[in-house]
T-cell receptor, first 114, second 111 residues
Framework: GAGVSQSPSNKVTEKGKDVELRCDPI?????LYWYRQSLGQGLEFLIYFQGNSAPDKSGLPSDRFSAERTGGSVSTLTIQRTQQEDSAVYLC????????????FGPGTRLLVL | QKEVEQDPGPLSVPEGAIVSLNCTYS??????FMWYRQYSRKGPELLMYTYSSGNKEDGRFTAQVDKSSKYISLFIRDSQPSDSATYLC???????????FGAGTRLTVKP
């Protein structure tokens, strides 16, 4: 079946602009995760959604970052007033409920803030 | 000190060699241990996961967890050029939603 998809694959923006990154998880996966991968760094957890429960936002680095998940499926990560240090690959993953050890990742969105 | 330490390499081996990749960690609450493979400009792909201590084998890959030493390993036997990628370790506590990742080790297998 189809894997996790993300769009856009690449995004170049100017400092101070807002960006929206989209994630479409695997059908039937109720858990959805966002991570950030900076050059030479491991993945950094950002936010976790599980069904209709309140999301775990403990990894969001600042209040400029927010995410929502509509209808329990597609998720959007929004970064407001982007800064150069926001430049990174943003990865989305999904899993079945209670199966965080088997997350399936999308290809990522490469964000460059000029 | 980072919660998860992983030697970034790069590591270069000849085809057919046995590769050993390792991570150490500091959080004794970690119970789930994963290894991901990431090709250039792709998302990570889950290779193996283990729960608590012990070994797990899948084809040419063997994962080992030593919780007493807070040390995990991934062994690749008969390495192939197609194994050339960055390998990421990841781990998680039982009651946490987030996973902690190592920085990744870049592996090159030369024909």
């Amino acid at each position: 079946g189809a894997g996790v998809s993300q769009s856009p694959s690449n995004k170049v923006t100017e400092k101070g602009k807002d960006v929206e990154l989209r994630c479409d998880p695997i059908s039937g996966h109720t858990a959805l995760y966002w991570y950030r991968q900076s050059l030479g760094q491991g993945l950094e957890f950002l936010i976790y959604f599980q069904g209709n429960s309140a999301p775990d936002k403990s990894g969001l680095p600042s209040d400029r970052f927010s995410a929502e998940r509509t209808g329990g499926s597609v998720s959007t990560l929004t970064i407001q007033r982007t800064q150069q240090e926001d430049s990174a690959v943003y990865l989305c993953a999904s899993s079945r409920v209670g199966a965080k050890e088997t997350q399936y990742f999308g290809p990522g969105t490469r964000l460059l803030v000029l | 000190q980072k919660e998860v330490e992983q030697d970034p390499g790069p590591l270069s081996v000849p085809e057919g060699a046995i590769v050993s990749l390792n991570c150490t960690y500091s959080n004794s609450a970690f119970q789930y241990f994963m290894w991901y493979r990431q090709y250039s400009r792709k998302g990570p792909e889950l290779l193996m996961y283990t729960y608590s201590s012990g070994n797990k084998e899948d084809g040419r890959f063997t994962a080992q967890v030593d919780k007493s030493s807070k040390y995990i390993s991934l062994f690749i036997r008969d390495s192939q050029p197609s194994d050339s990628a960055t390998y990421l370790c990841a781990m998680s506590a039982a009651n946490n939603n987030d996973m902690r990742f190592g920085a990744g080790t870049r592996l090159t297998v030369k024909p």
